[in-house]
């Protein structure tokens, strides 16, 4: 078996150095070698006769043994990596988040190992406070967890009575998590923590005179998302200003679920992003930021204070007493990820970034080479590289898009829904997006690393023996262009 080159660097061992060691046992001029070189400084065979490629044929088994959690047997399972080429960084189909390599191969490491808890709790408190501003940090395992905890210290702190809550209706959005159905809207969470809630505006709008609407607003508390509904950027902060302004004026608790939180700015993508410290202008009292977004975190909520008031200890207390903490495995991955990332250089490097900063010029170059690389092969009738609006997930992200060049690719005598099964079947999958007349596959998800793997695989579904090479590419458009 051998271990696939991109996996190697998750590993917390020599594994690919082993492997490629082992593989030498079937060479007996190696064995040879090696035998004769100990002679010449007058040393003897350290393992006895014949221990050299006894020895080599132990690590070959030793490293086949360690990699097979990590690689699987081969055989088409659930748990199959693949490609993904749908366009959606989040969706319930995936079971990844966005963590580098780096977190990655800690996790397996401490996984596997003790590793000191007492200091890792305050350490990532500190780093998270100094990233993302406010005063004092929680790290919760997961996003719901996290606004149920708020809710419910907000009715402790009413004496058990239930809370009364405003959420504008463009803010009632379904939370994400990674392979896992969640919360059907944040008024659900609500409600099953008793709260009352009060809903206003409509599902496109909430305007500053909805606002006016609100009974009592010195008893109420507001919840809000972000993104939510609202879309149109100019829209969005007209309606954030009018909120922050009502806010201030009845001096009302706000709290906030920044699912698209992000510690560095995308100017070209500010629609996507919000940069978490650069948040609390606006008046919250709390923010909520999951770490399985743009953060590039495992899956996990940061709950951000202001200001340590008797309602933040209540839900320091809610947290504790409930076991809502995430795991110190949890907090330890987040820690690496924050201390790699706080600048902007490590940021850059991770799937969250990769994803966001590629250049649309760069995404047309790729996918103009894979449409020259399989044009004319076998049964693939048509295909082609066009700029589309793509969607970036589902729950909260439903309503966001993305423009990448997307390949199209249409294949006499195999239905599109067909092609993408094929695709999707084997030891590496390939996901793709369905039209009715062809496949999509969207570059802005896939490694540029992959688009020669996906090209194989679509040159091997046309019946074709092998891609086109650059060279051969060329020479056939130069034929094309002559004739």
């Known amino acids: 078996m051998k271990v696939p080159s991109h996996l190697k660097d998750l590993l917390p061992f020599p594994l690919e150095k082993i492997k490629e060691m082992a593989q030498l046992v079937g060479q007996p001029q190696w064995v040879s070698a090696v035998k004769e070189a100990v002679e010449k400084v007058g040393g003897k065979d350290p393992f006895g006769p014949g221990g050299i490629l006894q020895f080599l044929q132990q690590a070959s088994r030793w490293a086949e043994s360690m990699a097979e959690p990590f690689v699987g047997s081969g055989k088409q399972g659930p748990q199959n990596a693949g490609v993904n080429g749908t366009g959606e960084l989040f969706s319930s189909r995936w079971t990844n988040g966005l963590l580098t390599q780096d977190a990655l191969a800690s996790q397996l490491l401490l996984a596997g190992h003790p590793s000191e808890a ?47 809550w405003v959420l504008p209706r463009v803010d009632c959005v379904r939370p994400f998590r990674f392979g896992v159905s969640s919360a059907s809207s944040l008024r659900a969470i609500l409600d099953e923590t008793g709260s009352i809630v009060n809903e206003v505006g409509s599902n496109h709008e909430c305007l500053r005179s909805d606002w006016e609407t609100v009974a009592h607003p010195e008893s109420v508390s507001v919840l809000t998302a972000t993104p939510g509904g609202t879309g149109d950027p100019e829209a969005t902060a007209r309606y954030l200003a009018d909120l922050s302004h009502w806010v201030s004026q009845h001096s009302v608790s706000w709290t906030e679920v920044l ?72 907090q330890s991955v987040l820690l690496k990820v924050l201390q790699a990332t706080e600048g902007y250089d490590g940021w850059q490097r991770t799937p969250a970034a990769q994803a966001l900063s590629v250049s649309s010029d760069n995404l047309k170059f790729r996918g103009e080479k894979m449409a020259s690389q399989l044009i004319g092969l076998g049964r693939i009738e048509q295909v082609k590289a066009i700029e589309k609006d793509c969607r970036v997930g589902m729950g909260v992200w439903s309503s966001m898009r993305w423009k990448s060049t997307v390949l199209q690719v249409r294949m006499n005598g195999i239905a599109p829904s067909e092609l993408a099964k094929r695709l999707s079947e084997g030891v590496r999958p390939v996901w793709c997006q369905v039209q009715s007349d062809c496949i999509e596959l969207v570059l802005r998800t896939i490694d540029p690393d992959e688009d020669r793997f996906v090209t194989q695989r679509l040159s091997e579904e046309a019946g074709a023996m092998d891609a086109r090479t650059d060279s051969e590419s060329c020479t056939n458009n130069a034929n094309a262009e002559s004739s």
């Open 118 to 164: 007492n200091h890792i709790s305050d350490e990532l408190r500190l780093l998270a406070v100094g990233l993302m501003g406010g005063i004092d940090a929680l790290v919760v395992s997961n996003t719901t967890s996290a606004i149920a905890a708020v809710a419910m210290s907000q009715n402790k702190m009413s004496q058990n009575k239930p809370s009364s």
């Open 259 to 330: 699912f698209n939180g992000s510690l560095h700015s995308v100017p070209e993508h500010a629609s996507l992003t919000s940069v978490v410290a650069d948040r609390w202008h606006l008046g919250m009292e709390m923010l909520l930021v999951p770490c399985d977004a743009w953060i590039g975190g495992p899956e996990c909520c940061v709950i951000l204070t202001r200001k340590k008031t008797p309602r933040w200890e209540e839900v320091q207390r809610v947290v504790h007493n409930l076991g809502l903490e995430a795991s110190m495995l949890t």
